[in-house]
């Protein structure tokens, strides 16, 4: 059983579902509302605990209502949480997501999310350095994503970077980085002034620019290379990057091909945009076998 540890955000997700999404100033009637658990720190980790891993969360709640329910569900999920810190001077991250016209939007309030700082991760050092791989996102502070990057060279652990939701990078964490998971508008940012065929080629079997529906782009040292998505009937595509980067995180760390990863991480973010919810639809490494 691999080791992944994962240093990032939680979230409660509170999820409108409506026909039509609202334009400035507008109101209009919605049609449910539900809370389930989100973050993109906390659905990659439960979604590679699904698929087999064996995972440690970094992150930090608010000590209220919504950080209970969030440990609460980390544990359920298996995943261990003696990182998890309940801080009592910030309330817990929330997620604000209108489901519309097929895709959904995201205002993000990171809350506790911030007390994640370079000084609390280093008090999870030992974590970090027993770990296969770690992933990380941008939902924390810069600092620790800098800092992160920084211990896991130290250590000599790869760290997967997912860097979502978008926001400029230095050179030195993409440097440090060991895999670097963009969809298209976060590459567009990251690698400003060159193409996107260019940021493939500087860093071969390295960067995996998503694309949605269309899969993931890499470049195989000879080739640029198009790993094709499954096709499905989606209900809500929240947290399938989140599914892709755990199962690509997973399957990395367990020695697959870059190739057969992606095919992995492609069939196991197909499956979860089925059910509603970022983890409702999250696989167990059963249905992603069974269904590759
Ligand atoms: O990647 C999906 C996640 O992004 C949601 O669960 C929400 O919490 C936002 O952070």
New binding site residues.
């Given amino acids: 059983m691999v080791k992944i540890a994962v240093i990032g955000?939680s979230?409660?997700?509170l999820v409108v579902t409506s026909t039509k999404r609202p334009g400035a100033g507008e109101t209009v009637l919605g049609e449910a509302f539900k809370t389930?658990?989100?973050?993109?720190g906390?659905?990659q980790a439960v979604a590679a605990a699904r698929l087999g891993a064996d995972v440690y969360m970094i992150g930090c709640v608010g000590d209220d209502h919504y950080g209970k329910a969030i440990i609460q569900n980390f544990e359920e999920n298996g995943v261990t949480t003696d990182y998890v810190e309940p801080v009592t001077h910030m309330e817990s991250?929330?997620?604000h997501?209108i489901l519309a016209e097929g895709d959904?939007s995201?205002v993000?309030v990171k809350g506790a999310n911030d007390a994640i700082t370079p000084d609390y991760v280093q008090k999870a050092r030992a974590i970090v350095e027993q770990a296969d791989i770690v992933m990380i996102?941008q939902?924390i502070p810069v600092e620790t994503v800098e800092y992160a990057a920084e211990l896991c060279q130290e250590l000599g652990v790869p760290l997967l970077l997912n860097p979502?939701?978008a926001r400029p990078i230095s050179e030195s964490v993409l440097e440090k980085a060991a895999y670097i998971t963009p969809n298209e508008h976060e590459a567009a940012l990251l690698f400003a002034g060159i193409s996107q065929e260019e940021a493939l080629k500087k860093y071969p079997e390295k960067v995996f620019i998503t694309e949605g529906k269309r899969g993931v782009r890499y470049f195989n040292g000879e080739n640029e290379v198009l790993v094709p998505s499954y096709p499905v009937e989606a209900v809500d595509t929240?947290?399938?990057?989140?599914t892709f980067n755990a199962a690509l995180a997973v399957a990395l760390a367990e020695g697959k091909t870059i190739e057969e990863s992606l095919r992995f991480a492609n069939r196991a973010a197909s499956l979860s945009v089925t059910k509603f919810?970022?983890?409702g639809g999250m696989p167990s490494r059963k249905e992603v076998e069974e269904s590759l």
């Fill in positions: 955000s979230s409660m997700d389930v658990p989100g973050g993109k906390a659905n991250g929330t997620a997501i959904n995201i993000f996102q939902e979502a939701p929240t947290g399938a990057g989140d919810g970022a983890q």
